[in-house]
């Protein structure tokens, strides 16, 4: 990784892809049965260990990426924003104090969306003081851009955090958040299930329970968005007794409910034949 970084004729946008780990959900794929919190473990231990030893190269790579001037839409600008983001999204994975108030000042310090959005998220990998006080701050400047908005709340469902599914419950009381709106509704509830593998399979089965708590909330109202979401637990039996006893038992609970919906009954019936 180190050599294909400090390849000169590798365009910044290549070295961006190339620091691009196979995300949880790809990896879980290769597995049979698939194992969430291992695999949760070994990519992050596999990303800690890149960051460690690859810092002063990340730090500098970040540093020297840095945009001066008017921004650009064109390609090679765009390939070095990313390779900037990749960066220090990688030096998330080592919080020491130094990384951190990079992030913070890349954060503070964005001049456009994709810039703030890297920054909010690696402070998000962090977790912490920092985090927190990015997350107020970016919420008070864009509070009256929707679009925008759905990204804070996306942000924080992604969060791998052992508080996540707490925080949840609490954006979801937010006066931001409209069950009735289906983007804001996706940003928190469908992100967490769909991109937070490590929280969503969370051993308790507390992840399950909360999608389909979701799923027979919004069903009535939305009955497409409800079947959408019970594809997150139709492939119970990918993953061992445990995990998938707890999905297929959610998914009987979701079957049984009075009033379900031919949409969201009939997939839950197909997953459980």
Same mark, same amino acid.
């Given at each position: 990784m180190?050599?294909? @970084?400090?390849?000169? !004729?590798? =365009?910044?946008?290549?070295?961006?892809?190339?620091?691009?780990? /196979? !995300? *949880? !959900?790809?990896?879980?794929?290769?597995?049979?049965?698939?194992? /969430?919190?291992?695999?949760?473990?070994?990519? =992050?231990?596999? $990303?800690?260990?890149?960051?460690?030893?690859?810092?002063? @190269?990340? $730090?500098?790579?970040?540093?020297g990426l840095q945009e001066a001037g008017e921004f650009s839409l064109d390609a090679a600008a765009a390939g070095r924003r990313a390779l900037r983001n990749e960066a220090l999204s990688l030096l998330a994975a080592d919080p020491t104090a130094e990384n951190r108030e990079r992030a913070l000042g890349h954060f503070r310090a964005a001049a456009n969306m994709t810039d703030a959005i890297g920054g909010l998220s690696a402070l998000m990998l962090m977790g912490g003081a920092e985090f927190e006080t990015a997350l107020e701050a970016f919420y008070e400047r864009w509070k009256h851009e929707p679009l925008v908005i759905d990204k804070w709340f996306r942000i924080q469902a992604l969060s791998p955090a052992e508080d996540t599914l707490g925080r949840l419950l609490g954006l979801m009381a937010h006066p931001a958040f409209d069950p009735r709106n289906p983007n804001r509704f996706r940003s928190?509830?469908?992100?967490?299930?769909?991109?937070? +593998?490590? $929280?969503?399979?969370?051993?308790?089965?507390? %992840?399950?329970?909360?999608? %389909?708590?979701? &799923? @027979?909330?919004?069903?009535?109202?939305? /009955?497409?968005?409800?079947?959408?979401?019970? =594809?997150? @637990?139709?492939?119970?039996?990918?993953?061992? +007794? *445990?995990?998938?006893?707890?999905?297929?038992?959610?998914? *009987?609970?979701?079957?049984?409910? /009075?009033? &379900? !919906?031919?949409?969201v009954l009939e997939l839950v019936s197909r997953a459980l034949d």
């Open positions: 180190g050599r294909a @970084l400090n390849d000169q !004729s590798a =365009e910044p946008a290549f070295k961006a892809q190339a620091l691009m780990l /196979p !995300s *949880e !959900s790809d990896l879980a794929l290769a597995r049979d049965p698939a194992d /969430p919190a291992a695999i949760h473990a070994a990519r =992050e231990a596999l $990303r800690t260990r890149l960051a460690v030893h690859l810092g002063d @190269l990340l $730090r500098r790579l970040h540093g928190v509830v469908q992100a967490f299930a769909m991109g937070n +593998p490590s $929280r969503f399979h969370d051993p308790s089965g507390a %992840g399950y329970r909360f999608v %389909g708590d979701q &799923i @027979l909330a919004v069903d009535g109202a939305n /009955p497409n968005l409800a079947a959408r979401l019970v =594809e997150t @637990l139709c492939g119970w039996r990918r993953y061992g +007794p *445990e995990l998938g006893g707890l999905m297929k038992a959610e998914l *009987e609970r979701i079957a049984e409910a /009075p009033g &379900i !919906s031919k949409n």
